[in-house]
């Protein structure tokens, strides 16, 4: 006998008000609990479900849609029922055999719902007696709303549009004064001659047609000096390896693992933040940290429940995640499995969370225990006939049983298992696996389950690494062995998804991976084109119909390094998609714009050694907010301390420091670079450059673009930047992209040898200025910052000094930018003009200038030039200004919103709209080994966008008052000279002078 114990929960939203409930999902919701013969059933049962009237006699929908007169339906919806408790959406559509429930069935007065289940033993029999669908379901108050009761919170955006508005419904008396702004109104919907008699509009256009039409006239010209902050991009998670990843139904959640920051020891750090990635939209979005699991750097593991995710640990604790509401809940204690170092295996039955296995520091063990996540708790399992103590196995889960296999017996002995046993946690009890035809031992290979076999493959034994593999099949005890032909390559950090007829193995070392067809024992390659880079230590996860590759460590040449990007492989088109990524935070590389976006590429994120150096990049499209990795094929080596150029179409890249790769394909040690390479981002290639008569291996130079040429010159030999004699240079080199040939720069009359100069090209010559030189003083040579400088000219090939008169005195770690007619050079609180067609010089004011370290960036707006960071915590407030040439003026810029300025090492470039930084370390230096590496980019746009306002009628002067919004800013007016009402965030621009015609003669 069956029968429903209670219901749980029966919420709907299937109001005859459809206005009211737009946009909320046509389900019903629905709970409840099932038992056979009075003990809660558990497993895959099949239900039924009918909406049927008060005596049953007739139906007015089904899930399938064949049910009439309150019969059965022909078609079930399967459904997972655990301690009896089971849950639907009742007119979900994405289920299977699940039809749409319209609206119009609750215009009768008594509907009640109808359930069939079947066990799989008894057959379906029908559950008594009906519910009946009352109060919730029906929102009875929507028969009969009460005038105020629909405000205009209750209304979701774009609700009431005005095909559902009878005409003369709205009136101006109910309409709230000052309810309907700009904003409100789309272009054009208020004819401009229904602005009142003394209104003004502020327009973009200097002649605005519509408005002189309508009796305006121009009064003049409004001029802003707002500057504001704001986030760009979107959201991707840190960079990380040996995080935990499942797969809800809809999205992929990451967690934890290690990095990117590191230690003083030099390793990664581990983290306990995460993200959910929808790959239907390609984007991510941070789940909350709030009561999230302790960092660890030793082994977790994780399972989806079909609500949660269970994330266990190592050490022996544990959390679940709920992403509906985005919070954390304890995993308790009581009863749990014991700290172990790792090794551990992991399966979701269903119901229960089972871990077990795992190394007790030296010795594998044979214990575990299952987690309830309904009742919080634990239960060992048996250790009576369970197999030999192991880590590093496998685990997965058949239905009913557990099956564990391989692994190590210690980490001293290296005893590698071939054997196995399957666990029955109904009946808490272990059964042998047969050893006949496994295959041989072996520990950190891939297994799947494919509904009836278990596939085993690849792993280490003592041989290394092998390709081989079995098939276990439960029901008879036996294995069958995997083919060899076409085989995935051999090698370490491979993992496996089954994807419904096919075992896909992916092996990240080697960035390339195989599918495995049970059926005809066939292996198939699995296309690289596109692919995720070579990486150890992610994830994989099977999405329904995509293998997602995501995180990881870098290996080979980009061994260091770590991931936040990620592809997507389906096997149908045998196509990869890039998952959406930010580049991973770094500092001392180099950014430019190339008029739609800004590529930035290379640099560092340690500079302690030769891991760390990057040579990965991303293009950032302003437009979209969407970033693009640029591609690894051919790309330069690793490096950082290099320089790049615009020269319309492509990016070059030289010089540089990085590890060295002369004797191996992983990062030697440091060196300094004479070779790079050309970016081309409209096909996403690079193209290497020609080494024969390039300038001698260098860092600390500098590189600017003259139009048909680069230009390299000076900078320093020694990778570590420890200034001597031999390693200053006064040299250069000029790069022809048309022919990739280089030709010399001369050194007669060039500046003496330095490092950490400026060059700038102004239209026919380069100017290179300042920089760390080195003086010799009473026979002892020292490092000194130089004040001295020269202009080159390519078409001579010929030096002119820069005269010194009036010139900036030597400082360290200047900046400088080229306005069209003048050189602007700046550090902290000194700066000056240098003039070169009169070579001379003139001096700025510092007053009202930002206080800045070495570190800080500089860019020219086409007005004014903008410095920026590299500040003390306590002058954040002076991390930025703005300098007029033509004013001989600072203004600082603005602190809201503004990312951290205590960073160095960070680029800027200007967009035509606004400055746009990346990057950068929050400890000051030219190189230093910093512990947090900054990601978030932002923009400081220039400029205030003025919305369409209008004044008292009665004023005839006013004064401009403008406050920072975000998306758009607005204007008040005022009569005063100082408006007592003024908020803070507001600022006076100026006076404004209107009129329109008929308001005077």
């Known amino acids: 006998m069956m029968r429903i114990a209670r219901l749980l929960l029966f919420t709907v939203c299937l109001s005859t008000l459809n206005q009211l409930c737009a946009q909320v999902p046509q389900l019903i919701n629905f709970q409840g609990r099932v038992a056979v013969d009075g003990v809660n059933f558990n497993g895959a049962g099949e239900f039924k479900f009918a909406l049927v009237n008060g005596d049953g006699s007739s139906s007015f929908w089904s899930n399938d849609g064949s049910s009439a007169n309150g019969n059965e339906p022909s078609n079930a919806v399967p459904i997972?029922?655990?301690?009896?408790?089971?849950?639907?959406?009742?007119?979900?559509?994405?289920?299977?055999?699940?039809?749409?429930?319209?609206?119009?069935?609750?215009?009768?007065?008594?509907?009640?719902?109808?359930?069939?289940?079947?066990?799989?033993?008894?057959?379906?029999?029908?559950?008594?007696?009906?519910?009946?669908?009352?109060?919730?379901?029906?929102?009875?108050?929507?028969?009969?709303?009460?005038?105020?009761?629909?405000?205009?919170?209750?209304?979701?955006?774009?609700?009431?549009?005005?095909?559902?508005?009878?005409?003369?419904?709205?009136?101006?008396?109910?309409?709230?004064?000052?309810?309907?702004?700009?904003?409100?109104?789309?272009?054009?919907?208020?004819?401009?001659?229904?602005?009142?008699?003394?209104?003004?509009?502020?327009?973009?256009?200097?002649?605005?047609?519509?408005?002189?039409?309508?009796?305006?006239?121009?009064?003049?010209?409004?001029?802003?000096?707002?500057?504001?902050?704001?986030?760009?991009?979107?959201?991707?998670?840190?960079?990380?390896?040996?995080?935990?990843?499942?797969?809800?139904?809809?999205?992929?959640?990451?967690?934890?693992?290690?990095?990117?920051?590191?230690?003083?020891?030099?390793?990664?750090?581990?983290?306990?933040?995460?993200?959910?990635y929808n790959p239907a939209t390609d984007t991510w979005t941070a789940i909350s940290t709030n009561g999230a699991p302790l960092a660890i750097t030793r082994p977790k593991v994780a399972a989806w429940t079909g609500w949660e995710m269970i994330v266990w640990k190592a050490d022996g604790s544990g959390s679940r995640y709920n992403p509906v509401g985005d919070f954390w809940r304890p995993v308790s204690m009581s009863n749990a499995p014991p700290f172990v170092f790792g090794g551990i295996s992991a399966v979701w039955t269903g119901s229960e969370f089972i871990i077990w296995g795992g190394n007790n520091g030296s010795t594998g063990i044979n214990t575990g225990a299952r987690y309830n996540p309904l009742q919080d708790t634990w239960t060992p399992?048996?250790?009576?006939?369970?197999?030999?103590?192991?880590?590093?196995?496998?685990?997965?889960?058949?239905?009913?049983?557990?099956?564990?296999?391989?692994?190590?017996?210690?980490t001293a002995n290296f005893g590698y298992l071939n054997t196995g046993a399957r666990y029955n946690p109904a009946a808490d009890t272990w059964r042998p696996m047969t050893r006949v035809n496994a295959p041989t031992g072996r520990s950190s290979h891939a297994a799947v389950w494919t509904g009836n076999e278990m596939i085993v493959w690849g792993g280490l034994n003592n041989n290394g690494f092998v390709n081989t593999g079995g098939r276990y099949n439960p029901a008879t005890d036996s294995w069958i062995s995997t083919s060899l032909l076409n085989a995935p390559s051999l090698d370490a950090s491979s993992s496996a998804v089954w994807s419904g007829n096919e075992m896909i193995v992916w092996n990240g070392n080697l960035a390339s991976g195989a599918r495995y067809n049970p059926v005809t024992n066939g292996w198939t390659q699995v296309r690289t084109n596109n692919a995720p880079s070579a990486r150890s230590s992610f994830s994989a996860v099977w999405s329904g119909n995509e293998m997602i590759v995501w995180g990881g460590s870098g290996v080979g040449r980009s061994q260091g390094q770590l991931f936040n990007s990620g592809g997507r492989y389906n096997p149908l088109t045998g196509a990869w998609l890039a998952t959406s990524a930010n580049p991973v935070g770094r500092a001392n590389h180099t950014a430019i714009w190339t008029g739609a976006e800004m590529i930035i590429w290379g640099g560092q994120t340690n500079a302690s050694d030769q891991f760390g150096r990057l040579n990965t990049g991303g293009r950032f499209n302003l437009a979209t907010g969407r970033w693009t990795p640029t591609s690894l094929i051919n790309a330069p080596s690793p490096r950082s301390g290099h320089t790049a150029v615009w020269t319309g179409n492509e990016m070059i890249v030289w010089g540089g420091v990085g590890p060295n790769f002369r004797f191996s394909n992983e990062p030697g040690p440091l060196e300094t670079k004479n070779n790079g390479g050309r970016y081309n981002p409209a096909r996403d290639q690079w193209t290497s450059i020609e080494t024969n008569e390039a300038p001698v291996a260098r860092t600390g130079h500098t590189a600017v673009w003259t139009g048909n040429e680069m230009i390299v010159w000076g900078g320093a030999t020694n990778s570590s930047l420890q200034l001597s004699g031999g390693s200053l240079l006064n040299s250069g080199g000029r790069y022809e992209p048309d022919l990739n040939a280089w030709a010399s720069t001369t050194s007669s009359g060039a500046p003496t040898a330095r490092t950490q100069h400026s060059a700038l090209w102004t239209g026919d010559e380069m100017i290179v200025w300042g920089g760390l030189g080195l003086a010799t003083t009473n026979v002892l040579t020292q490092p000194r910052y130089l004040n001295t400088g020269a202009r080159y000219f390519p078409n001579l090939n010929t030096w002119i000094a820069t005269s010194t008169n009036g010139a900036l005195q030597p400082l360290a770690a200047h900046t400088a930018v080229w306005t069209g007619n003048e050189m602007i050079a700046w550090y902290s609180k000194a700066g000056a003009r240098?003039?070169?067609?009169?070579?001379?010089?003139?001096?700025?004011?510092?007053?009202?200038?930002?206080?800045?370290?070495?570190?800080?960036?500089?860019?020219?707006?086409?007005?004014?030039?903008?410095?920026?960071?590299?500040?003390?915590?306590?002058?954040?407030?002076?991390?930025?200004?703005?300098?007029?040439?033509?004013?001989?003026?600072?203004?600082?810029?603005?602190?809201?919103?503004?990312?951290?300025?205590?960073?160095?090492?960070?680029?800027?470039?200007?967009?035509?709209?606004?400055?746009?930084?990346?990057?950068?370390?929050?400890?000051?230096?030219?190189?230093?080994?910093?512990?947090?590496?900054?990601?978030?980019?932002?923009?400081?746009?220039?400029?205030?966008?003025?919305?369409?306002?209008?004044?008292?009628p009665d004023h005839t002067r006013q004064r401009c008052l403008a406050r920072q919004h975000r998306p758009r800013n607005s204007v008040t007016f005022s009569e005063s000279e100082v408006a007592s009402h003024e908020p803070p965030s507001f600022v006076a621009l100026g006076q404004c002078d209107f009129l329109r015609r008929g308001d005077c003669d």
């Open 80 to 276: 997972t029922v655990s301690q009896g408790l089971y849950a639907v959406l009742l007119g979900d559509a994405t289920l299977t055999n699940m039809t749409p429930i319209s609206a119009a069935i609750f215009t009768n007065s008594d509907v009640r719902l109808r359930i069939w289940f079947n066990d799989g033993t008894n057959g379906f029999q029908q559950l008594s007696p009906d519910q009946r669908i009352a109060a919730v379901g029906y929102a009875m108050m929507a028969a009969n709303v009460a005038d105020g009761v629909v405000t205009s919170a209750k209304l979701a955006d774009g609700a009431v549009t005005s095909g559902k508005l009878a005409a003369g419904a709205v009136t101006a008396t109910s309409i709230a004064p000052h309810s309907i702004g700009s904003a409100q109104l789309a272009t054009n919907a208020a004819a401009d001659s229904l602005h009142d008699s003394g209104g003004l509009v502020l327009s973009d256009q200097s002649n605005a047609a519509n408005l002189l039409n309508a009796g305006y006239i121009r009064i003049g010209q409004v001029t802003t000096d707002v500057d504001y902050w704001r986030q760009v991009g979107v959201f991707t998670p840190a960079a990380r390896y040996g995080h935990t990843a499942v797969w809800t139904g809809s999205e992929m959640i990451i967690w934890g693992g290690n990095g990117p920051q590191k230690a003083m020891d030099g390793y990664y750090l581990p983290v306990n933040t995460g993200a959910r």
């Open 381 to 410: 399992t048996s250790t009576n006939g369970a197999p030999t103590g192991r880590l590093d196995h496998t685990a997965v889960w058949s239905g009913n049983e557990m099956i564990v296999w391989g692994g190590l017996t210690s």
């Open 834 to 952: 240098y003039f070169p067609a009169t070579d001379s010089w003139l001096p700025m004011k510092a007053i009202g200038a930002p206080i800045a370290n070495p570190g800080y960036t500089a860019v020219w707006t086409g007005t004014e030039m903008i410095v920026w960071g590299a500040v003390t915590s306590d002058s954040k407030h002076k991390a930025g200004g703005r300098y007029n040439p033509a004013a001989d003026a600072w203004t600082l810029t603005s602190t809201e919103g503004m990312p951290n300025g205590n960073r160095s090492g960070h680029t800027a470039v200007w967009t035509g709209s606004g400055m746009m930084i990346f990057g950068g370390t929050e400890s000051p230096g030219t190189f230093p080994d910093a512990q947090e590496r900054i990601s978030a980019e932002a923009s400081a746009s220039l400029g205030l966008e003025l919305t369409a306002c209008r004044s008292h």
